[in-house]
């Protein structure tokens, strides 16, 4: 199946109304996986859910053995799509107050995949204004609607409450699963981003670095999961923020990016941007160096290994887009033309650092996209723009 769902089942008499949404989704191809919560088990039971959807159940926040599998922050993000249905006045208030006090609150709180609600209460509480204020509340957040209709209540009452259908309901998700699809162009792929600089130790306390501040690395990793990627953002030290909804690993040293870029093979795309250091230093001191006044201590320098051509050149997993970046003081596209060649990638993006550019550390950049059908020459941008342009051209590019 490849689309996925993650569908939270409140406490409510219309959650008999989800086994049938599971089993309409199933048919349209569409995997679920369900949250149960505690009020939701009073009216169906985990062993129903779980036959249906052939995937195990998830009701307690503080089970040790799903938050090693899982944990309640990767759970909100393996699904195409949440969806809440019955969606409680109770699970309303939560989401639309920011509250966590269970596995289906702290997920919607944790979540930024898009979240559609099929709400079932009494009709009173529909609408009270409470319940009003959290409606307009989660639609100013984006969450969307299905519901809920008009009809009698299980209570006896007659009025807007009742569950839309879960014929309604799958359409609803099909609707929005395809809206996602032509918004993002990247769903399904897999890209691998590299970014900051890395720090060579020369001692416990001293390396040597460059100047990249990782803006550049780090927007391209949202863009590319804004398309619907799903991004691994492999960094050196940097003072900027992780990307929300990418998978975020930290190093340190050159050899430590590459090893983990090797463990985020295989991928479709790989944009190394990172500013890898050339060279480190051939033995690191155990200790700090202490200036004792005499001579000033040698360093021996060996070349790093070479991230952009190993990947380029992988002999089994080899990326289907190779990104690299040529960041040069001088003769810009000659040398960017020559590294392609060198490298083995697919496209370089070229850009001048000099100094007087502020490009390292900045907020904008100007570059020369480099492919084999030539050079293209984009204006003085944001690094965001630069960074959204480049995703949208991938997007192309696999399209």
């Known amino acids: 199946m490849s689309k996925r769902v993650l569908l939270i089942v409140g406490g409510g008499i219309a959650a008999y109304k989800s086994l049938e949404l599971v089993r309409l989704l199933s048919k349209s191809g569409i995997a679920t996986t369900a949250i149960l919560t505690k009020a939701g088990a009073q009216f169906v039971t985990p062993l129903s859910l779980s036959s249906l959807t052939g995937d195990k159940v998830y009701q307690d926040l503080f089970s040790l053995t799903d938050e090693s599998e899982m944990g309640h922050i990767e759970l909100s993000r393996v699904a195409d799509l949440i969806v809440v249905a019955p969606a409680t006045a109770d699970l309303m208030a939560k989401a639309a107050h920011g509250l966590a006090n269970d596995l289906a609150s702290t997920t919607l709180l944790a979540t930024d995949t898009p979240v559609l609600m099929a709400p079932a209460m009494n009709v009173r509480m529909w609408l009270h204004p409470a319940t009003q204020r959290n409606l307009a ?5 984006g969450v969307t609607f299905i519901g809920p209709n008009e009809g009698d209540m299980a209570c006896g009452e007659y009025g807007p409450g009742r569950m839309a259908e879960p014929g309604e309901i799958a359409a609803a998700i099909r609707k929005q699963l395809g809206a996602l699809d032509a918004a993002r162009p990247l769903a399904g792929k897999s890209a691998l981003v590299t970014s900051g600089p890395t720090h060579e130790p020369i001692d416990p306390v001293r390396y040597i670095a460059n100047r990249s501040s990782g803006k550049q690395g780090h927007a391209i990793a949202a863009a590319l999961a804004a398309l619907g990627a799903r991004v ?10 992780t990307p ?37 230093v051939a033995d690191a001191g155990a200790e700090k160096i202490k200036k004792d006044g005499k001579d000033v201590p040698p360093l021996a320098l060996v070349e790093n ?3 952009l051509a190993t990947l380029s050149r992988h002999p089994f997993r080899r990326p289907r887009l190779v990104i690299g970046f040529a960041a040069e003081t001088e003769n810009v596209v000659p040398y960017a033309r020559a590294k392609r060649a060198k490298k083995g990638c697919d496209w370089i993006v070229a850009n001048d650092v000099s100094p007087e550019t502020g490009v390292m550390g900045g907020e904008d950049n100007t570059v020369i996209l480099v492919s084999e059908s030539g050079e293209e020459t984009w204006p003085k941008l944001p690094k965001t723009e630069v960074a959204a342009r480049l995703a949208a051209r991938i997007a192309d590019h696999f399209s």
């Open 305 to 307: 290994p070479d991230i």
């Open 232 to 241: 691994t953002l492999v960094s050196g030290p940097v003072g900027v923020p």
């Open 137 to 141: 509340t989660l639609k100013g957040d």
């Open 244 to 280: 929300p909804g990418v998978t975020f690993v930290p190093v340190e040293t050159a050899r430590e990016m590459l090893a983990a870029c090797e463990a985020a093979l295989p991928a479709d795309i790989a944009v190394c941007a990172a500013a890898v250091a050339d060279w480190r």
